[in-house]
């Protein structure tokens, strides 16, 4: 089976080693995603810097990243849509561009309205309202659960 690149709904397959391309991390125990990584280089990009202003040391930022962190996935635990196999397949060709904005996220149900994307089951029209009365925290978990 070939995968095409602009074929979203295409999960690709594990490589062997680190270094193929194709290579996918192993998932992480739930052990592994709350063990302590420790001290490690991040770059602050204009978000960070302003998130982290005013903060005086390392521990402060350091606090305040995991406090914003923790709450962000406590968000993205409680907010979402439920969608159709189709509309997420729809949403994840739109989204495929790679990393999402927060204009190109709220921007979403115009992108529904414009894409020559079909699929059997889609209802573009309605797939745009439900986006169009979303939250922006539903629409960016939407974004988060497609991987995007």
């Not at 089976?1 to 709904?9: C, R, V």
């Not at 921007?107 to 922006?136: H, Q, R």
Request: overall charge negative; glycine content about 6%; proline content about 7%.
């Amino acid at each position: 089976m070939s995968h095409h690149p602009d074929d979203a709904a295409l999960t690709p397959e594990p490589g062997q080693c680190r270094g193929d391309p194709s290579w996918i991390a192993p998932a992480l125990t739930e052990s592994e995603k709350t063990r302590a990584v420790g001290k490690t280089n991040i770059f602050f990009g204009p978000p960070l810097a302003i998130l982290a202003a005013g903060q005086k040391n390392t521990l402060e930022i350091s606090g305040k990243l995991n406090r914003t962190a923790e709450r962000y996935l406590e968000i993205l635990k409680h907010h979402g849509l439920e969608l159709t196999e189709p509309e997420r397949l729809c949403l994840a060709h739109i989204c495929h561009i790679g990393f999402m904005s927060p204009l190109e996220i709220r921007e979403l149900p115009d992108e529904v309205s414009l894409t020559e994307f079909e699929c059997e089951g889609l209802n573009k029209d309605v797939l745009a309202v439900k986006l169009e009365s979303a939250s922006f925290a539903d629409l960016v978990a939407v974004v988060e659960a497609l991987g995007f």
